[in-house]
C-alpha cells in the first residue's frame, strides 16, 4: 500500500492547527468581516483581483479543503483497517478492496496540500501554478471515484453482512469524499453527479489568462 499520505497526515494536521492558532491571536480585535479562504476564492473575480491573486486564493483554498479531506480518509481507513483485521471470507477481500481504493484516493492528493507561499510567488512562476491547479484538478477527480468505488463497497458489505465489523464505514468515506468535492469546487472544477467529472468549462472559468 501506498500509505506516505497516511503516515504525514500528523505532521501536516500540526502545521494547521499551529496556523489556524496563529491566524486567531492575530485577528484578535479585527473586523468580523474577514473571509475564509474558501470564500475569497468564490468572490475573487466579483473584485477583480489580479489573475495571481485569483489563482492563489483557489490553491490556497484548496490546499485547506485537502487537509480536511486528509483527515476524513484518515478516520476512514483506520476504521477499514480495524475492520479488516476482524472479518472473515467476503468480507475481509471486500475490506482489503475498500483499502486499496482509500490509499490511492489519499496518494493522489498527496502531492497537492501545500498552499503557495504568496500571491508574489504565484505571479513570478504563475505557468507553472496553473499547471499546478490542473493537475490537482485531475487528481482530486480521480480521488472522487475512487471513494465512489469504495464507498460502494462499503455500502454492500454493511448490507450483506449483519456483522459487518466496521459499522458507519460507508457515512466517513461519504464525508472524505464531500471534503474532496469542496477542494474541487475552490479551483473552480464541479463534481458531476453521475460520474464526478470535472467540468473543463468550469475549471477554467477564473483561470488566469
Known sequence: ???????????????????????????????NDS???????GVSAERDLPPEEVLYQQLRSCAFQLDAATESLAE???????????????????????????????????????????AKAVQEKISEFEALKHKALQAISDS???????????????????????????????VAREDLIGALEALGGKADSDDSQTNP?????????
Open 76 to 118: 476512514a481507513f483506520e476504521q477499514a483497517k480495524d475492520g479488516e483485521s476482524k472479518a472473515k471470507g467476503m468480507t475481509k477481500e471486500g475490506l482489503q478492496d475498500v483499502l486499496d481504493y482509500l490509499d490511492s484516493a489519499g496518494s493522489q492528493i498527496s502531492d497537492y496540500t501545500e498552499e503557495p507561499a504568496s
Open 144 to 174: 472522487i471515484r475512487d471513494l465512489e468505488e469504495a464507498q460502494g463497497i462499503a455500502s454492500s458489505l454493511e448490507e450483506d453482512d449483519p456483522s459487518f465489523p466496521a459499522k458507519g464505514l460507508s457515512n466517513l468515506i461519504s
Open 1 to 31: 500500500m501506498r500509505t506516505a499520505w497516511y503516515s504525514n497526515r500528523a505532521v501536516r494536521g500540526l502545521i494547521l492547527t499551529l496556523a489556524v492558532c496563529l491566524a486567531f491571536v492575530g485577528c484578535k480585535g479585527k473586523s
Open 201 to 209: 468549462e468550469a475549471s477554467d472559468k477564473n483561470s488566469p489568462k
Open 35 to 41: 473571509e475564509s479562504p474558501a470564500k475569497m476564492a
